[in-house]
């Protein structure tokens, strides 16, 4: 499969390093893509291929997708671009750095896994396809209401300390690390960890408390997530 970057697809005659920097006291994945740009009739074509290049990253902020393998993408910014065109040959060279603040690659479909709660205790299994945990997004929506509700991935475990009531729905996200009562922020109202879902596979738990009606449809959204 070909690389693409935004709306870019480089060719074969593209090649790809990869190496991770610590910045700031955290990993950042450096890409560094090399070409050329041949088979053009003129300079003119080799510098709107260039240009285009260029501008498929931004310096400004990390939101140019890249992708390096099928199904799989990170987020990057533009850090560097050389690029030079020969006359003699008509080729046009380049050389792209491309950073990533979050060096993991994440898979571009999403995992939905739905789970009906009947009773406190509740189980639901899931597994990631990556090598590393999967940060899910666990929206509980109440059938009556939910008294300190509470899911754990048997390490880290969330409460949020308050009622959850008929129709609300409360939103655990671990990507962000925040949670949200019908879209409002109630985060300073939980403790604990954020759950994770391993490679090897998670078991979800979920507890309230005794006075709760302990039902709740919910759904578990992930995506796998690659180092």
């Given at each position: 499969m070909a690389v693409t970057l935004e709306g870019v697809t480089f060719g074969e005659l593209t090649t790809i390093k990869e190496?991770?920097?610590?910045v700031g006291g955290r990993d950042e994945r450096l890409v560094i893509v090399s070409g050329a740009i041949a088979g053009k009739?003129?300079?003119?074509?080799?510098?709107?291929?260039?240009?285009?290049?260029?501008d498929a990253a931004s310096e400004a902020d990390y939101s140019a997708e890249l992708s390096l393998r099928p199904g799989r993408r990170l987020y990057v910014r533009r850090r560097k671009f050389q690029r030079e065109i020969s006359l003699?040959?008509?080729v046009g060279s380049f050389v792209l750095e491309l950073e990533a603040s979050d060096p993991f690659e994440v898979s571009s479909a999403?995992?939905?896994?739905?789970?009906?709660?009947?009773?406190?205790?509740?189980?639901?299994?899931?597994?990631?396809?990556g090598n590393v945990e999967a940060r899910p997004v666990i929206a509980v929506t109440a059938v009556g209401s939910l008294v300190n509700p509470m899911i754990s991935d048997g390490v880290n475990s969330i409460l949020y300390e308050g009622v959850v009531e008929?129709?609300?729905?409360?939103?655990?996200?671990?990507?962000?690390?925040?949670?949200?009562?019908?879209g409002e922020d109630v985060t300073p109202y939980t403790q604990g960890e954020f759950p994770v879902i391993a490679p090897e596979g998670t078991t979800?738990?979920?507890?309230?408390?005794?006075?709760?009606?302990?039902?709740?449809?919910?759904?578990i959204t992930f995506r796998d997530r690659w180092w």
């Open positions: 190496k991770y920097e610590e009739s003129s300079v003119t074509q080799i510098e709107a291929a260039l240009d285009a290049i260029l003699g040959p008509l999403e995992t939905v896994v739905n789970w009906t709660i009947a009773a406190s205790g509740a189980t639901k299994a899931a597994t990631s396809a008929n129709a609300k729905t409360l939103v655990i996200d671990s990507e962000n690390t925040a949670v949200t009562l019908d979800l738990t979920y507890t309230d408390g005794a006075s709760s009606s302990h039902t709740a449809n919910a759904t």
